[in-house]
């Protein structure tokens, strides 16, 4: 029998969520010892997923924004535990929750604590973990340049306002890209590498991106004479237009040559080089996901 004990690593700007402490008490009342830390500064997720380890809670929940489900995902993925993972979403873009079909209100939540946990695959470039998506280019910039204040005013459109006003900015990059049976150079304005679908605020990449199958998918968005177009289909979400001028594949690794650097988005974590190995991590964590899962593989 599951042992109904958990420890809840909220974001520091979650602490005084109304809705988040009448989930806590609900489940405590319905018996669970569901313990809570708030994190106050860069490194205190990991360091609360170290503790509660040696401490043996069986689950860990994470609550907060992309940034903060990659940070403890990434953590425990390194600890190899068995420990199983709930996400408890509460950012702005809330990109893999939206993608994997995870409640966004957090009583709905908490309730996948009584879901079975399921291994999920991992993805990872040069060491650091991530859960969702890397992007590069284009709509990495959007991601990094949209402010707080504007995400908190206006939700998930704040990326599309951001990116109509960065147009006159947009520069493409020289890539080269090799993995199994895959080769393709040139110059891209948008790169996607996803095990989760969307990213930057909705934006779907990778809509055929699973987490459990053990690969990655690759969406390389080519360099066009028509770049207002183009990226007017980026930004607006337009899946069938965007696919109709992407390069893409589903590979278990990938290599990426930038001579000139290339600027990426893990999750909201910042990362630039000029040569990358990505890598799928096959059941690297597991965790509580909805019975039915869009991103789950039959």
């Not at 401490?55 to 489900?69: E, K, Q």
């Not at 995870?102 to 973990?129: K, R, S, Y």
Request: hydrophobic share 45%.
């Amino acid at each position: 029998m599951q042992e109904r004990k958990a420890l809840l690593i909220l974001h520091g700007k979650q602490a005084l969520n109304a809705e988040v402490r009448a989930a806590v008490q609900v489940r405590r009342q319905e018996g669970w010892q569901l313990d809570v830390r708030v994190t106050w500064e860069a490194g205190d997720a990991q360091r609360m997923v170290r503790e509660a380890l040696q401490a043996g809670y069986p689950t860990l929940i994470a609550g907060g924004g992309d940034g903060t489900l990659r940070d403890v995902a990434e953590a425990m993925a390194h600890a190899k535990t068995n420990a199983s993972l709930v996400l408890l979403p509460l950012g702005t873009a809330n990109d893999f929750a939206h993608a994997a079909g995870v409640p966004l209100t957090p009583m709905a939540a908490l309730a996948l604590l009584d879901e079975p946990a399921q291994p999920i695959d991992l993805g990872e470039v040069d060491g650091q973990v991530f859960l969702n998506m890397a992007t590069g280019g284009f709509g990495s910039s959007v991601t990094a340049n949209t402010s707080e204040e504007l995400k908190r005013v206006l939700g998930g459109a704040a990326y599309l306002l951001t990116g109509l006003s960065r147009f006159a900015e947009v520069e493409s990059a020289f890539g080269r890209f090799s993995g199994p049976d895959f080769q393709w150079q040139g110059e891209f304005l948008a790169l996607g590498i996803g095990n989760g679908r969307q990213a930057g605020g909705g934006h779907v990449l990778c809509p055929q991106a699973r987490v459990n199958d053990g690969l990655l998918e690759v969406c390389i968005v080519p360099a066009a004479d028509d770049v207002v177009g183009t990226l007017g289909t980026l930004l607006s979400g337009g899946i069938n237009g965007l696919q109709s001028v992407a390069v893409s594949a589903r590979l278990p690794w990938l290599e990426v040559e930038a001579p000139q650097g290339l600027d990426l988005n893990l999750d909201g974590e910042p990362v630039v080089s000029r040569q990358l190995r990505f890598v799928a991590l096959p059941a690297a964590l597991r965790v509580h996901l909805p019975a039915g899962s869009p991103l789950l593989q039959a």
